[in-house]
């Protein structure tokens, strides 16, 4: 029979791994090692997933909302069907709309709030905006024309003391100075829909007809810009501008880097400084392996000066006491990358049943009613990753230290 080669580290490490040690303690320190590690894998795979989750919704319902990109004139735009035909024609566009934006006070009954106040053509709207979906009353087919109607978000409504059908009066600056200074502009309108995405953007945005935005901008059939809709978000910027390039001197970009880029830094740093912090509990297991190690070769020291005696080079026993270290981290890793996976794929239907059982919504305080988790496979990738490198650093030091066991000493009180 032809024996099966094993090389001499592989095999007495995962040896010594198997075999029951007479140090109970030493064996205890072992398994407090794996079951760190695989929580503390299993962890930060869980936190990136909410936080991955929590960063989407923002994403899908603040850049739904507010402009991805726009294509704005240095003066208003008579001919924007044209430009909206031409950015429907772009790789890189999914819808175009054009708009108004306008800024001013609503007032009702004494109480007074800022509003930022967008003119919009219905039919369009609904193929840029999120809005249609998140109406908790009414519908953007009931802004018409000349009937100087209103689309609030639900935090500003009710601010406001808002209910459907109730007027509302907007105050606008108008820009001519006069000797009484800046004249305002008064005009009422009538809330017909209330909207809710359950971010910052339902007590500050409105929403009414174009043609109404236009009236009291004093434009024409004209408009100020087109907004984009663009099929990747990263090129929103890339893609404006070269539109608004098509013809020099007409046109100027925009897009939700310069609106909104700093709370999505913030976000990422967020992320970033959240992964390095729950490190540290991969960095405390990858200790509890060197500690652990570092006892076993204190245990081991009789095995190891007769292996020296039987012509082990100091090569070898650094391998064995690796290998042995290296089983641990791959064992705790592996382990909690597929708890820490499981976990992420479920929690949000977990957070949903613990509401139902506690009868409680431990999420109103948010901007969203779930819990959200968005598992991204190089987030799973970089843990296991970074688990497996601390796990194998950990084993360097008690390797050498192992592999500079001298047999005389070591077997002198044997």
Known sequence: MRAMYRPVPLFIGLRYTRAKRRNHFISFISLTSILGLTLGVAVLIVVLSVMNGFDRELQRRILGMVPQASVLGYRPLDDWQALVEKARAHEGVEAAAPFIQLQGLLSNKGVVDSAFITGIEPDYEKDVSILPQHMDAGSLNDLKPGDFNIILGSALARKLGLA????????????????????????????????????????????????????????????????????????????????????????????????????????????????????????????????????????????????????????????VFMVQGSFIGVFGTLAGMLLGIAIA???????????????????????????????????????????????????????LKASKVQPAEALRYE
């Open 164 to 319: 459907l059908g109730d007027k509302v009066t907007l105050v606008l600056p108008e820009a001519a100075i006069t000797p009484a200074g800046i004249v305002p502009r008064f005009k009422r309108f009538t809330l017909i829909g209330v909207f809710h995405v359950g971010a910052e953007l339902d007590g500050m945005v409105g929403f009414i007809h174009i043609e109404d935005a236009a009236r009291l901008a004093r434009m024409k059939g004209e408009v100020e810009g087109v907004r984009l809709r663009v099929k990747d978000l990263f090129q929103a910027g890339a893609i404006s501008w070269d539109l608004a390039n098509s013809e020099q001197g007409k046109y100027y970009a925009s897009d939700w880097t310069r609106t909104h880029g700093t709370l999505f830094n913030a976000i990422k740093m967020e992320k970033t400084m959240m992964a390095l912090l729950l490190m540290l509990i991969v960095a405390v297991a990858a200790f509890n392996i060197v500690s652990s190690l570092v006892m076993v070769v204190t245990d081991k020291k009789a095995d190891i000066a007769i292996l020296r005696t039987l012509g082990a080079s100091p090569g070898t026993i650094m391998g």
């Open 345 to 399: 794929l479920n929690i949000s239907d977990f957070f949903n049943w613990l509401e139902q059982v506690t009868h409680t919504q431990l999420m109103r305080q948010y901007f969203v009613n779930y819990l959200p988790s968005g598992l991204r496979w190089e987030n799973v990738v970089f843990v296991a990753s970074v688990g497996f490198v601390m796990s194998f650093l950990a084993t360097l030091y008690p390797a």
